[in-house]
């Protein structure tokens, strides 16, 4: 039997994942995406002003991302990610200078809020069970609408998680996708929380291997090979038009399109997308991290949000920087690097060679409005299915949410 073809339109990582799954001999599987790389949103590039390879944002996963890590054991990169060998993340307090390290035990019961060692400093072990009114929260409401946003525990523990897992400031925030987060981290354990980090880049870790997993079982990976149109017949795709080729699809023959949400609005008619984003911000500075420096440290009261330790490069990250996108690139360089030599004690004169990376579009605003805007992998048409972050994953938009849509998509596919 001749195998059937599927088209993935996109090779972000819900697309790859897609593909991954897909790679067997019944299927042929072709990787349509429109530019000259792989990745999307999670991406390495050679920068000229800091002369190295930098990620387009530092990402982290955590050890109870297990739609990812099993991403990453198939394409045999999974040993690329590093971290700590416990659930441990130190911040500081650029206000008071205060140091303190979160330590989360390692199974459900989190014993860790009655030590206070462990927990956040200035907090008792009863203001965590205000966590719990986020655990169930009621359809439609905004983590505003379920907990005070205010206090010590929330600016010290609740806003910079949800802040780094929604993209959004938490309060605006949807409390089912907050109490989706804390179920799959918080409430999970310290088993789930550990931080990693794809220390030699998002591109090698992720991506790289996953083009040459695909490669091998005879996937074709397409670049600069943009979907302009879809050419619907009844219930079906009938062709995708490429501009200057058209691929006609067989009866058997499936599409999964793993694009952007204003992307696939413009390419399937009548389709309900989230319409509202929220930016990223990136600093990278070259030098080496001092002895000692954490892979990961949380800063509170600054404009810089996490220092994230590389080889040869200090990495900041600001999520919801949508205030952060006017600011000229050399004041907000200065302003990150001052806080970040206060952070690790390095000179803040001069300022190492740097670059800003702004991500307007990074994710959808993660509102409960926009979430209520999240499609399902299914459509109206029997052979084409959607993935996506911004796709109904119950997630916010984070790799494993892409990485889940993808599998979800590809099962579809093969049931189909
Ligand atoms: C700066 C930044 C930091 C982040 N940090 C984290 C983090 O710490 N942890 C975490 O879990 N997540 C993080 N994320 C989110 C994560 O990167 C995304 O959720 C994930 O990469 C989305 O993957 P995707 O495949 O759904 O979409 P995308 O990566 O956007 O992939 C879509 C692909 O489709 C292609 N395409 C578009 N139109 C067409 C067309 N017509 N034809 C062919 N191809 C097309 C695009 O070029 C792109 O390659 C971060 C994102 C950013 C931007």
């Known amino acids: 039997m001749m195998p059937r073809t599927v088209h993935i339109i996109g090779a ?18 072709i990787v349509h995406e429109a530019t000259a790389f792989a990745g999307g949103r999670c991406r390495s590039y050679h920068d000229a002003s800091v002369g190295m390879t930098i990620d387009n944002g530092n990402h982290l996963l955590l050890s109870g991302n297990h739609a990812a890590l099993a ?19 130190p911040f500081l307090d650029l206000k008071s200078c205060a140091r303190w ?50 206090g010590i525990l929330y600016s010290r523990l609740i806003e910079p998680l949800l802040l780094a897992a929604l ?46 997993y695909l490669r091998e079982r005879g996937a074709l990976v397409r670049l600069e090979h943009q979907l302009r149109a879809i050419r619907f017949e009844g219930q079906r795709v009938a062709a995708l038009d490429f501009g200057d080729e058209i691929a006609a699809l067989d009866d058997a023959d499936a599409v999964i399109l793993a ?38 440290l949380g800063i509170i009261n600054g404009t810089t949000q ?38 690790s004690a390095l000179p803040a004169e001069p300022l190492p060679p740097w670059q800003i990376v702004r991500e307007r579009r990074a994710t959808f605003a993660a509102t409960p409005e926009q979430d209520k805007k999240r499609p399902g992998a299914r459509t109206a048409w029997r052979n084409l299915l959607l993935a996506g972050d911004w796709t109904n994953t119950g997630l916010p938009a984070t790799i494993e949410g892409a990485i889940r849509s993808g599998n979800r998509a590809a099962e579809f596919a093969r049931a189909q």
């Not at 198939?74 to 700590?84: K, M, N, Q």
């Not at 199974?107 to 719990?132: E, K």
């Not at 880049?201 to 291997?209: F, V």
């Open 12 to 29: 972000g990582l819900a697309g790859l994942s897609a593909a991954a799954r897909l790679a067997t001999p019944d299927n042929r599987v």
């Open 71 to 89: 991403f990453l054991r198939a394409i045999g990169s999974e040993h690329r990610l590093v971290g700590p060998a416990a659930a441990e993340f």
């Open 101 to 150: 390290t979160l330590r989360f035990n390692g199974g459900r019961l989190p014993f860790w809020i009655f030590d206070s060692t462990r927990r956040v400093p200035d907090t008792r072990a009863r203001d965590y069970f205000s966590l719990a009114r986020l655990l169930w929260p009621a359809p439609d409401k905004s983590v505003g609408e379920a907990i005070a946003a205010k």
């Open 167 to 212: 993209n959004i400031d938490p309060p605006r925030g949807s409390a089912k996708l907050a109490a989706a987060v804390i179920r799959e981290t918080l409430a999970a354990g310290g088993r789930a929380c550990r931080p990693l980090i794809a220390r030699d880049g998002l591109a090698p870790t992720l991506i790289e291997p996953a083009l040459d």
């Open 259 to 296: 694009v952007p949400p204003y992307a696939a609005a413009s390419l399937v008619p009548g389709l309900t997308v989230p319409t509202e984003f929220r930016a990223i911000v990136n600093a990278h500075f070259r030098i080496e991290p001092p002895a000692g420096q954490p892979p990961i």
């Open 306 to 343: 996490w220092i994230f330790a590389f080889p040869g490069r200090l990495s900041v990250t600001v999520s919801a920087g949508d205030a952060l996108l006017d600011t000229p690139r050399e004041e907000l360089a200065r302003t990150i690097w001052a806080e970040v030599a206060q952070a």
